[in-house]
């Protein structure tokens, strides 16, 4: 089985396994305690934090290790537009955001917020101009995926932040990472973000870490109330051998970052000749957009039926976002870009990591046209 | 800073010795070697006052950064060089103004310095020569030659000619170790390591010296100072820290039963093991964070009966500096954070309830008299651990050392 699915997870790094493997062997101490195990475990806590810090370009005290891009997204927002007690104010945020921030920003809607959803131009990219048409004296906090999960489409973080940090340098930038580190370079400090969200798991790391980067300064409300761990940010004891898995995965995806980008875009290029040149196949990637992710859609046949006929040919590719796949609706991020809710009902995205081969993308190209092949009979005449 | 390729180091006041100058260029010189050690493209060039750092296409801002902590230096001027040619000079003052990003009325004026002589213009012409093009260029600059927002520098020398419009302040001081070697008497606190970086920063070479009484004090206190001295490794490039075992003294002293004397008693203890480290390592002094008035052994005469413990001179750096201002360095070097987190350290374990801010050096000296201290200051001296600390490196201090690998 050749598994395309890299945007959803990765398989970890073995180096990672064998680390984490060790410290929770070795080190199983609290790192609150304060003997020599708890001692022990606090020290490759901190550690971890240097490392990453390096690798990220900022301070140790502005990294909180979470749960994950999940929690990290939460917190920078919820924790952002809540400071202080407050229960209203502005925020913006576009309309093809990852759930844990979209569904977090209706959550907070629910509690007297403002929110500006942004809908993405044609091609799936923000537009700085609209985000300049949203923005408010009381707006708290602007928040922008760096990469779409869905579709690949790099959006113009650095751009809006830049000006945001012109214009009103008190609205807070969040920015979440998750699909855009390890393909795309980030440079926290130049580019004026306060927040930006990390997920160990899609970078070969372990599942349930993450981080969130808060830049010096930032007054965030505490989700978690607790023991006043993570500089009372974020109380409950430190995943040691989870925090320690993914600064390793950090730092190697970080070294292979340069040589990654340019093979996936050699293999992303390729997918994409191929999948234009296929009779009944509709490529729906942004002209900007990350390497390591393709969509395209199959008018008039359902998503499911794609994947499973794929997956009987050895390849497992994805629909929509692996979060939000259950569901029976369509993408709510392919709707905003404009494409009918037939074509977004199509929809599959394929998606690439340092682990792949000419091999593999020969065999997925293969697949692809027997698919079609295989279904051209049982297409719907919606074309 | 895309067009800078350059970067002009101006010694501070050095400048002003006479035969031992050349000396102290030399010291700063091999300080700038050091820390650009991770920057391997850029080039340097000493010269007489100054010194040169080609980038080599290695981040200006980045060499910038570190340069500003090379203790001698007084500023870092990025500059663009071309050669000593009208038309060169010209476009890169274009260029250079091109960066500033000119979105409105922004005063302006040249000022030029020949110091070739041969170059066919004055600096009188020069100044409108360039003047003239560059306001075309940028049509929101206005000339104001009394108190311009812009001053676009430059200076004509045989063979090159260097253009700038910035000088960006740096720590300024003696170069590092130019003045001899004195021991910091280092705690875990916020005054401390400020007073050890502004004694650096006056051209001494620094060790630290830290008390440790475990098990009344934890590891983590230890590696706290570790820490603390990591950063001062920053501004030296290396540190040695001495951590002396406390914990018997300490004992011994609080069999006195003299509680309010406490703290004199364990101040002078120090001095005395502090001094005899000073000599091992040929220290001329020591070095303590005091400021005066800030807690009872730092009033006048709780200094001077402290200080008639040793006879080396005590350097106070801070002496008459207030908590806000110490704080505010300790924030700008790197201090602050690691000072405040909460370790317990060897003073605040025996604060007694009310220590004397008025202790009586005959009753002292009388209690002093009864412990047999000299054994157990000289048993402190020889089992004191000796750790150097080099700038960057990761924690050593653990009981179970850290695996690289892991990370």
């Not at chain 1, 195990?37 to 990453?52: I, Q, S």
Request: proline letters at 5%.
């Amino acid at each position: 089985m050749k598994y395309f699915d890299y945007a959803a997870t990765t398989p970890p790094y073995p180096e990672v396994i064998r680390s984490m493997a060790e410290i929770m062997e070795k080190h199983f101490g609290n790192p609150s305690s304060l003997h020599q195990y708890g001692e022990e475990a606090d020290r490759l806590v901190r550690h971890a934090k240097e490392v990453t810090a390096q690798l990220l370009g900022v301070k140790p005290n502005e990294i909180i290790w979470t749960s994950g891009a999940t929690e990290s997204n939460n917190f920078a927002l919820k924790g952002a537009a809540m400071r202080g007690g407050r229960t209203q104010g502005h925020i913006i945020t576009t309309s093809i955001e990852h759930p844990s921030v979209y569904e977090c920003c209706r959550q907070l809607e629910q509690i007297g917020f403002e929110i500006s959803y942004i809908d993405p131009a044609p091609d799936g990219i923000v537009l700085l101009e609209d985000i300049q048409n949203a923005l408010r004296a009381d707006t708290i906090i602007v928040s922008m995926m760096h990469v779409n999960n869905e579709t690949g489409a790099v959006q113009p973080v650095q751009q809006v932040s830049e000006w945001l940090k012109k214009v009103q340098p008190r609205t807070l930038m969040h920015v979440d990472g998750v699909q855009g580190f390890g393909k795309l370079p980030v440079v926290l400090a130049k580019w004026n973000i306060d927040l930006y969200s990390l997920s160990a798991h899609k970078i070969r790391g372990p599942k349930g870490t993450g981080l969130l980067y808060i830049k010096q300064g930032t007054e965030l409300f505490p989700l978690l109330a607790g023991g006043g761990q993570e500089n009372g940010y974020r109380s409950g004891t430190e995943n040691v051998a989870g925090i320690v898995g993914m600064t390793k995965a950090l730092r190697l995806a970080a070294t292979e970052q340069y040589t990654l980008a340019e093979r996936l875009t050699a293999f992303s290029q390729l997918l994409k000749t191929e999948i234009q040149a296929i009779d009944g196949l509709v490529l729906t990637n942004p002209a900007i957009a990350s390497p390591h992710i393709i969509h395209f859609c199959y008018p008039g046949m359902k998503s499911e039926v794609i994947l499973h006929s794929l997956e009987q040919q050895g390849c497992i590719v994805s629909t929509q976002s692996a979060c939000s796949s259950r569901k029976a609706e369509p993408s709510r991020v392919l709707v905003a870009m404009g494409i009918t809710r037939e074509h977004a009902a199509s929809g599959i995205r394929i998606s690439l990591g340092d682990q792949h081969t000419n091999q593999d993308i020969e065999h997925l190209i293969t697949a692809l046209r027997q698919t079609v092949t295989q279904l051209r009979p049982l297409e719907r005449r919606t074309r | 800073m895309q067009n800078i390729d350059r970067l002009i180091l101006r010694l501070g006041e050095i400048t002003l010795k006479g035969k031992n100058r050349s000396r102290f260029e030399k010291t700063i010189s091999e300080h700038v070697r050091a820390v650009l050690r991770p920057y391997p493209k850029a080039h340097v060039r000493r010269e007489y006052g100054r010194m040169y750092v080609e980038t080599g296409g290695e981040s200006v801002e980045a060499l910038i950064q570190v340069l500003k902590n090379v203790f001698g230096i007084m500023d870092i001027i990025p500059v663009k060089q071309t050669l000593p040619q009208l038309d060169d000079i010209i476009a890169a003052a274009i260029e250079l103004i091109g960066e500033q990003h000119i979105d409105q009325l922004t005063t302006f004026k040249v000022s030029v310095k020949r110091v070739w002589k041969e170059f066919p213009h004055s600096s009188q012409e020069m100044n409108h020569l360039v003047g003239s093009p560059v306001l075309r260029a940028y049509p929101l600059l206005k000339v104001d030659v009394r108190q311009p927002q812009i001053e676009l520098r430059v200076e004509i020398r045989d063979g090159a000619a260097y253009i700038y419009s910035e000088l960006i302040p740096a720590v300024g001081g003696f170069p590092r170790g130019s003045n001899g070697k004195a021991m910091l008497l280092l705690s875990g606190g916020i005054d401390s390591p400020v007073a050890g970086w502004q004694s650096m920063r006056r051209g001494l070479e620094v060790e630290c010296i830290h008390f440790h009484s475990y098990p009344f004090t934890s590891e983590r206190a230890k590696e706290k100072v570790v820490d603390l001295t990591r950063v001062l490794a920053g501004y030296a490039g290396v540190v040695k820290l001495h951590v002396v075992p406390f914990t018997e003294i300490q004992t011994a002293f609080t069999t006195t039963g003299q509680d309010n004397l406490m703290i004199t008693l364990m101040r002078r203890a120090m001095l005395r093991i502090a001094t005899k480290i000073a000599e091992q390592q040929k220290g001329l002094a020591l070095i303590t964070g005091e400021s005066l008035g800030q807690v009872a052994s730092q009033t006048l005469s709780s200094m001077n009966a402290i200080e008639r413990a040793t006879e080396l001179p005590i350097l106070r750096p801070l002496v008459m500096t207030g908590k806000d201002e110490i704080i505010q360095i300790a924030k700008e070097i790197g201090t602050y954070d690691l000072s405040i987190l909460p370790y317990e350290d060897c003073c605040t374990l025996f604060i007694p309830k009310s220590p004397t801010t008025n202790p009586n050096l005959r009753i002292i000296e009388k209690v002093e008299s009864f412990l047999e201290l000299e054994p157990m200051i000289e048993r402190a001296v020889e089992q004191t651990e000796v750790l150097t600390i080099e700038a960057g490196s990761p924690l050593q201090l653990a009981s179970t050392a850290i695996n690289e690998d892991w990370f």
